[in-house]
Nanobody
Framework: VQLQAFGGGLVQAGGSLRLSCAAS????????MGWYRQAPGKQRELVARISSGGLTNYADAVKGRFTISRDNAKNTVYLQMSSLKSEDTAVYYC???????????????WGQGTQVTVSS
């Protein structure tokens, strides 16, 4: 599975950015796609993820500001980020995998990171 992410960049606080991530390869069994981020000196953390059926979950820090969506026909996941804050500055990583009934990943893949920098 290959994940190609696009859309990072520099934006002023309060602005918006849209990230996209296209999956290719052996993706038939992928049922969850999402975004994680890692700020300097911090651990990688979940931002948002979406199931193939459209169920979503978000980190508390981004609820109400970020929206994740998915185009199953294009095997692409999007992250619309609005009202950006300086603390959103991080490298954002696309993730895709298969979540089993227990809620844990059976396997998952990472895309290359894309830098998002929010200037205050």
């Amino acid at each position: 599975v290959q994940l190609q992410a696009f859309g990072g960049g520099l934006v002023q606080a309060g602005g918006s950015l849209r990230l996209s991530c296209a999956a290719s390869g052996s993706i038939k069994s992928i049922n969850v796609m999402g975004w994680y981020r890692q700020a300097p000196g911090k651990q990688r953390e979940l931002v948002a993820r979406i199931s193939s059926g459209g169920l979503t979950n978000y980190a508390d820090a981004v609820k109400g500001r970020f929206t994740i969506s998915r185009d199953n026909a294009k095997n692409t996941v999007y992250l619309q980020m609005s009202s950006l804050k300086s603390e959103d500055t991080a490298v954002y990583y696309c993730n895709a995998g298969r979540v089993v009934v227990t809620g844990t990943y059976e396997y998952h893949y990472w895309g290359q990171g894309t830098q998002v920098t929010v200037s205050s």
